[in-house]
């Protein structure tokens, strides 16, 4: 996996929401991506979102970020 490929599902995932802001897996999968790429900062507003719209994903969301960061370490340029 590439910081190339991350970035192009950063773009991906903007897009997507650009067109609907309703997409709560946009904002999940875009703050896992930038986590993955080490934008933490940058993805806490993305799980912020999700939390406010889906409440019942917090869960879900904060055993995959642990994923994402062990993910981080295998990320080349």
């Known amino acids: 996996?590439?910081?190339?490929?991350?970035?192009?599902?950063?773009?991906?995932?903007?897009?997507a929401l650009n067109l609907d802001p309703g997409i709560v897996w946009a904002y999940f999968n875009r703050g896992l991506a930038l986590v993955v790429k080490g934008e933490e900062a940058r993805a806490q507003a993305d799980f912020q979102k999700v939390c406010s719209m889906s409440p019942e994903l917090k869960a879900d969301l904060e055993r995959r970020i642990q994923i994402a960061r062990s993910v981080q370490l295998t990320v080349r340029d």
Request: net charge negative; charged share 40%; aromatic share 6%.
């Open 1 to 15: 996996m590439s910081k190339n490929e991350m970035d192009k599902a950063i773009e991906d995932f903007t897009q």
